[in-house]
Antibody, heavy 123, light 109 residues
Framework: EVHLLESGGGLVQPGGSLRLSCAASGFTFNFYAMSWVRQAPGKGLEWVSAISNSGGSTFYADSVKGRFIISRDNSNNTLFLEMSSLRAEDTAIYFC????????????????WGQGNLVTVSS | SYVLTQPPSVSVAPGQTAKITCGGINIGSKNVHWYQQKPGQAPVVVVYDDSDRPSGIPERFSGSNSGNTATLTISRVEAGDEADFYCQVWHSSSDHPKVFGGGTKLTVL
């Protein structure tokens, strides 16, 4: 059974940094691309960042480009999102999601999601 | 950027059929995926590639896609189907290629 467990969220001041982790199990982690999708309170879903199965290719939404870094440790089945220069508008639940393919790009879907981790940016 | 338009809300009585639309320019040429999100939970894919169902998703959930509109149809609606539903596509020429619709709240009366 596939499990994705996020950790590392919490309250941070504007301009601060935070690192999210997502521990994966139940599938061959290094076969699949992974993504981070966020949801602001009471709002819809926004795809934030993605990484290919090997880690060699990444994507960032314009809203986080230059501030967030996605990475993965295939030896430990873990996905990361390093967030810096955080803003109030980054406040959201952050979900890690398994892509249905090895590539982050293309008409693929998210077949499994973690339960989400809340990040609150506030002074 | 590519925009997907969903009605904010759809209401239906138990046992009836709910149709949730997702509008986008020439969306019929794209693969559309649908996610169900219940309060406090993570999204779950209920239909992928326009009309395929993952294992474990009831046959009551079906999808279609043509022209400028994709549709998620839920037959014999149950109280437990009440949730937010999001459509999603890949638009390669966009700067934000993995696009979600704004979401539709399905209310079971």
């Amino acid at each position: 059974e596939v499990h994705l467990l996020e950790s590392g969220g919490g309250l941070v001041q504007p301009g601060g940094s935070l690192r999210l982790s997502c521990a994966a199990s139940g599938f061959t982690f290094n076969f699949y691309a992974m993504s981070w999708v966020r949801q602001a309170p009471g709002k819809g879903l926004e795809w934030v960042s993605a990484i290919s199965n090997s880690g060699g290719s990444t994507f960032y939404a314009d809203s986080v480009k230059g501030r967030f870094i996605i990475s993965r440790d295939n030896s430990n089945n873990t996905l990361f999102l390093e967030m810096s220069s955080l803003r109030a508008e980054d406040t959201a639940i952050y979900f890690c999601a398994k892509n249905s393919d090895q590539s982050w790009s293309g008409p693929y879907y998210f077949d499994y999601w973690g339960q989400g981790n809340l990040v609150t940016v506030s002074s | 950027s590519y925009v997907l338009t969903q009605p904010p809300s759809v209401s239906v009585a138990p046992g009836q059929t709910a149709k949730i639309t997702c509008g986008g320019i020439n969306i019929g040429s794209k693969n559309v995926h649908w996610y169900q999100q219940k309060p406090g939970q993570a999204p779950v894919v209920v239909v992928y590639d326009d009309s395929d169902r993952p294992s474990g998703i009831p046959e009551r959930f079906s999808g279609s896609n043509s022209g400028n509109t994709a549709t998620l149809t839920i037959s014999r609606v149950e109280a437990g189907d009440e949730a937010d539903f999001y459509c999603q596509v890949w638009h390669s020429s966009s700067d934000h290629p993995k696009v979600f619709g704004g979401g539709t709240k399905l209310t079971v009366l």
